[in-house]
């Protein structure tokens, strides 16, 4: 029988949704399938049907996204893409990847991103990898923290989640334009990033927040779980980071403390922080907080020439890019990119002689300013064709706030 790749019905989202958890082998709980329900954007979204079985998911959220020098870009936020096991290697996920972008080149989004179960699967759609999360596991009975002066001037209090969400909401909308890669929130975020099944739980507390204020302003939010533990010689709790965000180094260092702080636990745990997160100079001992690193957004550039107009550069740019680009043909060529600070920057289509060689791949990981261009060449990923160019290219394209992004979609 023949496959039938079309735009979901409403009508049609529980068989729809069912196929992408029977795929990544979970069930949602209640509360959080009808927020998924909810925020669900139907006419972006896109089942394969194999007789009346959904075979296949893919959907896609309507989002701005920061890049650096704060501009906010449109993009679409890739999501729910499954394909069912007994329907593998027949070019199901290639036909809904091809769907999916030239909607989103319809639509006038520049770029589109996502986060990957496993990193093999999206970088031959044109999707690089462009931030990285840092986690934390940090021994809070052995490590210090070094706070700024001012830090015992703001004042903590308790909130209840659902009755602080729109303070937390407010600090996190301020953020947003500095941290390259953070997506912002439309009407119904606010609860996801509050939601709290005891499912998702694991062992630990229901969620529990903080507010810190100074002068009657709210100045940055925690939000946790308490995971109790003991053993022969006393209490050795977690406090699970679920997120911190604060507007100033004092009350950051104050949110820090904090949960460092809170009795009965010897572990701090934040399991998505930004790489360069300030909380590294804070502690005493940063061998003890076991960092680790791994991929989390990836980007791909929809329409190139708009993509890199919408950012600015850290330093004056007159590269040409002989840029390759097979699924999305349109993109492929050469393409000079100026930018001398003063104005916006340009990006168009030209023939003059190349500088740099590479696939929209690096373009996208580079994008953010997180990922190096001169360490991709080193990776034979990026050709220089003309001495010099990559080391100007590598310099215009880094950001000084590394990419994060906060949280899933």
Known sequence: MTTELRVLRPSEWNQWFQCLELAFGVVEPPELRELDEQLTEHQRSLGIWDGTDVVGTAGAFSFRVAVPGGALVPAAGVTMVSVASTHRRRGLLTSMMRRQLDDVRALGEPIAVLTASEPAIYGRFGYGVASRQMSLTIDSDRVRLTVPEGTDEVRLRRARPGEATAACE???????????????????????????PVSSRQGGSALQCVLAERDGEIVGCVTYHI???????????????????????????????FVFEIDLTSTVEALNRPVDDAVLHLVSDVRRCNVRVRDSLYVRLVELGAALEARTYRAPVDVVFEVEDAFCPWNAGRWRLTSDLKGAATCRRTDDAADLALSVRELGSAYLGGESLSAMALAGQVRELRAGALVEASLAFSSDAAPWLPHGF
């Open 170 to 196: 407010g600090v996190y909308a301020q953020l947003v334009a500095g941290r390259p890669g953070t997506p912002t929130h439309g009407p119904g975020w606010e609860q996801k990033m509050m939601a709290d």
């Open 227 to 257: 995971k109790p533990d003991w053993d022969p010689t006393g209490p050795k709790g977690t406090v699970a980071v679920r997120s911190l965000a604060a507007l100033d180094p004092a009350t950051y260092a104050a949110l820090w403390r």
